[in-house]
């Protein structure tokens, strides 16, 4: 209603008009979705609707098209075999570092290797974790581009040198890894960085253990000292004492299964180390070191380098 007054005698006019009848919940609803007055879909004609499917359609054609173009240039630049950035360059350096095995899969146990000589069940749950990580060294590696290498047969372009568990002495799965025994063995293996070259000790180094420096100068022909020493002993003063010696299968990572290339069927050399008569009934630290001249050491807890760190204990009483 509209009011207006009349000015001529001064009355108010007031002026009527139609009033649109109110539409129900449902009816506004229905409304909403189509509305058969102006054949409206959701608020929008066909003619509308159509000319927004072509818009979006043709704009992300558009974007997958920039997308694919992109990743296509990217991908022209990576390779499958070599990454783009290598050694210095790369996130993880130049310096190999050092693991072992068995590790368990118990968190709360960390790098603890712990049985008792007497539980049958604890040696053959140690057993597994190695017979595990030998799983690929034991396969048959014959054929395709396996070689058997040597000192001075180091492998040609796109072959690998066999890996075998027959070069592993007393670590070996006939005698249960020296698990149902007091001298354990462990397993070491360097990170493969690509590309990676070591620089040998063909001579003994000043800071390197007795044992390892007579090994270098006795028991090492000229051509054999292309490799990357390994040592362990006890962590601390304490923990040497309670350590008697190791054994070494071999002593080092040979020389030839470096540079690491990527290639096919290729196999890190692992060192097995023969833990010999450990004090029993209590932990030992123990800290195994590889040696070469360019890979930087650090016993460190927060910058190790170059070495790992476990722990063993090896129960004998019956429980």
């Known amino acids: 209603m509209v009011v207006s007054k009349d000015n001529d005698n001064g009355r108010v006019k007031e002026f009527e008009f139609a009033k649109t009848p109110e539409l129900t919940k449902w009816e506004a609803f ?15 004609t066909g003619k509308s609707w159509g000319q927004l499917f072509v818009f979006y359609a043709l704009f992300y054609a558009v974007l997958a098209a920039l997308f ?128 990676w070259q070591p620089e040998f000790y063909t001579a003994p180094h000043p800071d390197m253990p007795d ?44 020389g030839y299964y470096y540079p690491y290339k990527n290639d096919k069927n290729y196999l890190s050399p692992i060192v097995a180390v023969e833990l010999r008569n450990l004090t029993p009934n209590t932990i030992v630290s123990i800290e195994c070191r590889a040696w070469a001249k360019n890979i930087r050491y650090s016993g460190s807890a927060l910058d190790r380098a170059g070495s790992v760190t476990f722990e063993v204990q090896i129960d004998t009483a019956t429980s």
Not at 229 to 249: I, M, P, Q, R
Request: hydrophobic share 30%; with cysteine.
């Open 30 to 44: 229905k409304k909403a979705i189509y509305d058969p007055r102006t054949h409206q879909f959701l608020g929008r």
């Open 68 to 195: 694919a173009i992109c990743m296509q240039g990217l991908f022209a630049t990576l390779s499958d075999k070599e990454p783009k950035w290598t050694l210095d360059s790369s996130l993880i350096g130049n310096n190999p570092g050092l693991g072992f095995r068995p590790i368990s899969d118990r968190t709360e146990e960390g790098s603890l290797i712990w049985y008792n000589t007497t539980n049958q069940t604890q040696i053959q749950r140690w057993v597994n974790y190695v017979d595990s990580f030998l799983e690929l060294y034991k396969r048959n590696q014959t054929g395709e581009n396996y070689v058997n290498c040597d000192f001075d047969k180091y492998p040609a372009e796109g072959q690998v040198c066999v890996t075998s568990v027959d070069q592993l002495g007393n670590c070996n799965p006939e005698r249960s890894y020296g698990y149902r025994t007091a001298s354990p063995c462990v397993f070491l293996k360097l990170n493969r960085i690509f590309n």
């Open 211 to 254: 044992e390892l420096k007579y090994h270098i100068e006795n028991n090492t022909k000229s051509k054999e000292r292309q490799q990357i020493w390994v040592s362990c002993l006890g962590k601390d003063d304490v923990d040497k004492e309670k350590t008697a010696d190791f054994n070494y299968y071999p002593h080092g990572f040979p």
